[in-house]
């Protein structure tokens, strides 16, 4: 009987260790801050830009190397699209053509360690928070270079890195995240650091999306694995920039965040608490919340992944990343455009 409670006491204080360090353990919110070197004509732009595209060499999948459609007169408007997680450049592929028809230059660049030919590739779980704001400076960057108004968008990962800009990078005019993953579905807002933390200390695991498809899970230019390293450092960057949005001003004042109540993979609340500190700040941020009888999962953007919905979405998509100027006159998208005021 000494010994089972011997045993239960080390196994309170081996918890509660564990919990103290998780919870403790800074999420480095002062030092995911931009590091800014904006270009400041388009020959320089294009010059960075070159840069970004060299790096994209034979082991990068040809579909998702970072692309561009510039044009070659100078436009108002440059947008940057950031994909999801374990997804790529691609995803972007229709909607980056159609804002492209419409006048804007349109930039996607891939972010650290996704992309590669070989979609089992652990090394997916290698990249960090600093290397995707790395890569969302050095994309904005080049952005700014080449027209008077910048606007950003991303979806899940993206829109972590996207949210991120939003609070860090005043030279970005507006900012759409579509489903960022300021924290998973599955976790309580007021355990994400203790989560995020926990997978950053155990060594990194690579879990099949879905394990019956496995490595046929569309679309075939993502990964079907996910790492919890990875997951950890989105949800790290998620966090941090929640804690600077409750610290600081936003540097945008104008987001639009989206939210579907379909979609297990992120944590609508924590998105709620991330807008309410913004507009605390004094910005007009607000949040789109997916019809829920559209049934649509998280990844809405890809036409592979969404094929049964996309043709309903896709002017929906239009009208939030232009605020409705121009948009695609099917469906009249504007009537079904409810922004939340929570």
Not at 4 to 14: D, N, R, S, T
Not at 183 to 188: D, E, K, S
Not at 260 to 273: G, L, M, P, S
Request: glycine content about 8%; proline content about 5%; some cysteine.
């Amino acid at each position: 009987m000494r010994k089972l409670g011997l045993f239960l006491a080390v196994i309170v204080v081996v918890i509660g260790a564990w919990l103290l360090l998780v919870t403790f353990l800074p999420l480095g919110a002062d030092t995911l801050v931009s590091a800014a070197q904006p270009t400041t004509n388009r020959d320089e732009a294009l010059a960075r830009w070159a840069v970004v595209q060299d790096r994209d060499d034979e082991t990068i999948d040809p579909r998702c190397r970072s692309w561009s459609l510039l044009h070659d007169e100078p436009v108002e408007t440059t947008v940057v699209l950031f994909h999801g997680y374990t997804n790529c450049p691609y995803q972007w592929r229709r909607l980056g053509e159609e804002l492209y028809a419409r006048g804007w230059n349109v930039i996607a660049p891939r972010l650290p360690r996704h992309g590669y030919a070989d979609k089992l590739t652990s090394e997916q779980g290698e990249f960090t928070a600093e290397d995707l704001i790395a890569a969302a400076d050095e994309a904005i960057d080049v952005a700014v270079g080449l027209s008077d108004e910048v606007v950003v968008g991303g979806i899940s990962g993206g829109g972590s890195v996207a949210v991120w800009v939003a609070q860090n990078r005043p030279d970005v005019d507006r900012v759409v995240a579509l489903a960022p993953e300021v924290n998973l579905g599955v976790i309580p807002s007021w355990f994400a650091r203790q989560v995020a933390n926990t997978f950053l200390v155990l060594p990194d695991i690579q879990v099949w999306w879905d394990l019956n498809k496995r490595e046929s899970i569309p679309p075939d230019y993502g990964y079907p694995k996910f790492s919890t390293h990875a997951v950890a450092q989105l949800i790290r960057l998620g966090q941090a920039t929640l804690e600077q949005a409750k610290a600081s001003a936003p540097g945008v004042d104008d987001v639009l965040l989206t939210t579907n109540r379909n979609d297990q993979a992120v944590n609508i609340a924590t998105v709620e608490d991330l807008v309410a500190a913004w507009r605390e700040g004094g910005a007009d941020a607000t949040i789109y919340e997916w019809p829920e009888a559209m049934g649509l999962a998280h990844n809405m953007v890809d036409d592979v992944v969404n094929a049964e919905h996309f043709e309903e979405v896709y002017p929906i998509l239009i009208e939030l990343f232009t605020s409705g100027e121009g948009a695609a006159a099917e469906g009249e998208p504007g009537d079904a455009l409810a922004l939340s005021d929570r």
